[in-house]
């Protein structure tokens, strides 16, 4: 089984967007991302490709993170009309960041790059059954936040 | 809508990020590695059905035990004619399997790959090929053993139904495309076997009753009309068109 880069561009964009939080950079990263997944000559036939991809995508923005002019960098504002929806995207993503980071990973692959549970387990190299459980705790911790801001009003 | 389902959606929606504007251009500019000749040649090993290398290792056995089984002492060629009598189920072994393609309209499926239907056969038949000749090496070494012929006549012996029946059901093949190939395929296999025993009966030993000469010109004209039945074959693959089987 090989990968379908056009079909995961956007999602390997976002996650880098997710870790690194600068458009530019994360596209750039992205395809970086693809170029060194592909020049591993491996694209065709390997195994868990999708998990390779995701581990070359998470040591990428660790590779930039770790550079020494890197600094962090606040979230871009989106162009966005609504000034509610800014709000309450501002809202979702400050509840997520107060997760532990590996649950905040677990939530970010499940619900915004919609992966299937046992991709998940290949990618994080957990159980699914511990990505279930943890997944669960995730939720539970956002909605806590949550009701804080009165998300669920 | 409840509160679960909810949170899931507003979490997707949190990360929604503009489309890309470079995605277009990197895709075009992206250079994919295509499977080389050899990566390709070991993924038709795959494609083969497994048990088509175990009916040849079954065959083969059946060969090498009939033939240590038979006493030395009182041996005689006419015991061990069924030998090259069974080397077209060897032929008939590969054919059914080169003729799939045709047998369940796979031609076009094939065409879309980046090797013609022509290039799969040929590999798949230079994949089968090589170890039928493996297990026809195996054979002449325990006849050597066995008999005090030499080793000219026990490859006459071998080679010439082997070519036979090549011969004859690549011959079919040319000529008969559908779902049936198979069984004209075994047609021609067995006829070449019962052909191969009666001759046996009849003659005593068929390799000496006529001469060397004659044998070896059957054996070098077999082998010339087998690449021109090939390169046939081969042709004839390239002539489909889409949607016209």
């Not at chain 1, 162009?79 to 709000?87: C, R």
């Not at chain 1, 511990?130 to 909605?143: D, Q, T, Y």
């Not at chain 2, 277009?24 to 000749?37: C, H, Q, S, V, Y």
């Not at chain 2, 070991?42 to 048990?51: A, F, P």
Request: with cysteine; hydrophobic share 45%; aromatic share 14%.
């Amino acid at each position: 089984m090989s990968i379908d880069i056009n079909a995961h561009y956007d999602c390997i964009y976002k996650y880098c967007y997710f870790k690194i939080k600068n458009l530019h950079i994360a596209e750039d990263l992205a395809q970086e991302t693809f170029l060194k997944f592909i020049k591993q000559g491996s694209y065709v036939d390997r195994d868990k490709p999708l998990a390779y991809l995701y581990t070359i995508a998470k040591n990428t923005c660790i590779d930039y993170m770790r550079k020494p002019n890197y600094a962090e960098l606040t979230e871009e504002i989106l162009a966005e009309n609504d000034f509610e929806k800014i709000e309450l995207k501002r809202v979702i993503r400050e509840a997520i960041d107060t997760l532990p980071s590996d649950e905040q990973e677990l939530v970010f692959l499940r619900y915004v790059n919609e992966l299937k549970i046992g991709d998940i387990a290949k990618i994080t190299g957990v159980s699914r059954f511990s990505i279930n459980r943890k997944l669960k705790k995730a939720l539970e911790g956002l909605k806590l936040v949550l009701r804080e801001e009165d998300f669920f009003e | 809508m409840n509160k679960d389902k909810k949170l899931k959606l507003e979490i997707k929606s949190a990360y929604e990020i503009p489309e890309s504007n470079r995605k277009k251009d990197f895709l075009i500019n992206l250079e994919i590695p295509k499977i080389n000749f050899y990566e390709f040649f070991i993924s038709q090993i795959k494609y083969i059905r497994k048990r088509i290398f175990f009916i040849q290792l079954v065959v083969m056995l059946i060969c090498l035990i009939t033939l240590l089984s038979i006493d030395s002492t009182s041996l005689n060629i006419k015991y061990i004619s069924i030998l090259p009598s069974a080397i077209p189920f060897f032929v008939l072994i590969i054919a059914t399997e080169i003729s799939r393609s045709i047998s369940y309209n796979m031609t076009e499926l094939e065409m879309t790959t980046k090797y013609s239907l022509g290039q799969i056969i040929i590999v798949r038949t230079a994949i089968l090929g090589s170890v039928n000749f493996i297990f026809l090496i195996f054979l002449l070494i325990s006849l050597k053993l066995k008999l005090e012929y030499s080793t000219l006549i026990l490859s006459l012996y071998i080679f010439i139904p082997f070519l036979l029946t090549c011969f004859g059901s690549l011959y079919v093949m040319n000529y008969i495309r559908n779902k049936n190939v198979n069984f004209y395929c075994a047609g021609v296999s067995i006829s070449v076997s019962l052909a191969n025993i009666l001759l046996y009966n009849a003659t005593g030993n068929m390799y000496n009753y006529l001469s060397v000469k004659f044998w070896l010109i059957l054996l070098v004209a077999l082998i010339v009309g087998v690449i021109i039945q090939a390169k046939k074959f081969i042709r004839s693959t390239e002539e489909y068109n889409w949607n016209s089987l």
